[in-house]
């Protein structure tokens, strides 16, 4: 699946025309004359479209991720496009929430001469595709992996996401004080690498508290009957349980939960701060508890406008994903603005130099391990919405 989304009846050609002129100016390495401007900052322009390629799962087990993600960008880049100096081609293709499918679309983008790659959706499908990217030496801005070690992979990758080490942490804590929790039972996904590494930075959570962890149960990203496991988890008798999974097994085991009578609190990672979550779990979902790199509460100016835009463009609320993908395309503008050139080496530059800019995830630096800092947040379910915990 492709869309390209300024110039939907040109589809993919607008970016091979981009790629064409690359081409016969420097070459497939990114390296384009038309792609340097003049002036800097709000009065810098580029003449030549820029061509940003965007890997996400609109299909398979991380598609509502992957929607949100679309629509983020989508929105970023059409606001961007209305200013003056600077347009962006913004292609998005489906990597099928499948790490084979997400390696050929980096490799599309690498070969087309794409100035900067976002995605792909899952850590999975990163710790993969993101490798050709770094061999070609193309920027890669993820915007949704949360594993350890996504960095690590080379000095062309960034993210505006914030780790599970970073955001469950905070969580744990704030359940434990807020719930007085003493026994647990923590569950998780074993065949992603998002959900175990948010499990493995759950448990080393739990350890460094006085909580004891009673059982620890696992599951697939395909499950959706949860009813033998949390059987088990119940006859714990446990103070909460904690849950590292993809939003597609949060419904149902949530769901499953309370129709067995299991009230304790619930406590979710990452992949449970989505309002599809409320929609589809409804009065089961109140209560349960997320750690978050974002809070639609906020009210700064940036967020405010954000939620405005997204529900005129949309008729919805935007969830995280949309929210991360909105500031990575803003991100990235502000890369290609600071030097004033869409060239890969100048975007991997500015995207470097991120320093407290002001965003919908709040002020956001990348630091020299090329990840992204901000504040996060611990949200609870409370009348169908997420609300700030404490």
């Not at 580029?46 to 799962?57: F, K, N, T």
């Not at 193309?138 to 992979?153: K, M, R, Y």
Request: some cysteine; overall charge negative; glycine content about 8%.
């Amino acid at each position: 699946m492709r869309t390209s989304l300024f110039t939907m009846s040109a589809a993919a050609g607008a970016l091979a025309l981009t790629l064409t002129a690359c081409g016969s100016d420097g070459g497939s390495d990114g390296s384009n004359a038309a792609l340097v401007g003049e002036g800097s900052g709000d009065s810098c322009v580029i003449d030549a479209e820029v061509p940003v390629g965007a890997a996400l799962s609109l299909t398979g087990a991380a598609a509502s991720y992957g929607e949100s993600q679309r629509n983020g960008l989508e929105l970023a880049a059409k606001e961007l496009n209305a200013k003056d100096g600077v347009t962006y081609d913004l292609t998005v293709e489906d990597d099928q929430t499948d790490p084979k499918q997400g390696i050929s679309v980096f490799e599309g983008f690498v070969n087309d001469g794409a100035s900067v790659i976002i995605g792909p959706t899952l850590s999975n499908t990163a710790f993969q595709a993101q490798p050709i990217a770094q061999e070609e030496s193309v920027p890669v801005l993820a915007i949704s992996n949360t594993a350890d070690g996504i960095t690590e992979q080379g000095d062309y990758i960034f993210r505006d996401s914030l780790t599970e080490s970073q955001v469950i942490p905070q969580t744990v804590t704030t359940a434990i004080e807020e719930y007085d929790l003493e026994d647990v039972v923590v569950m998780y996904s074993n065949d992603d690498a998002f959900t175990e590494s948010g499990y493995e930075v759950m448990s080393s959570a739990l350890e460094d508290s006085d909580t004891e962890v009673t059982d620890t149960l696992t599951f697939s990203t395909t499950d959706t009957d949860f009813r033998a496991l949390l059987t088990e988890a119940k006859t714990s008798n446990p103070d909460a349980i904690f849950v590292s999974g993809l939003i597609e097994a949060a419904i149902p085991l949530v769901t499953q939960a309370r129709e067995l009578g299991i009230d304790v609190p619930i406590i979710g990672g990452n992949g449970f701060n989505n309002p599809q979550l409320m929609a589809d779990a409804g009065e089961a979902a109140e209560g349960v508890v997320v750690g978050a790199a974002w809070n639609s509460a906020s009210d700064n100016p940036q967020n405010a406008d954000f939620l405005e835009a997204y529900e005129k463009e949309y008729d919805s609320q935007p969830d995280q994903f949309a929210a991360q993908a909105y500031t990575g395309m803003m991100l990235i503008d502000s890369a290609v603005r600071s030097g004033c050139s869409a060239e890969r080496d100048a975007i991997k530059e500015g995207l470097g130099s991120i320093s407290e800019v002001e965003s919908v995830l709040g002020t956001i630096s990348i630091n020299e391990d090329r990840d992204a800092e901000h504040e996060a947040v611990v949200q609870v379910v409370k009348d169908g919405e997420f609300t700030v915990l404490k």
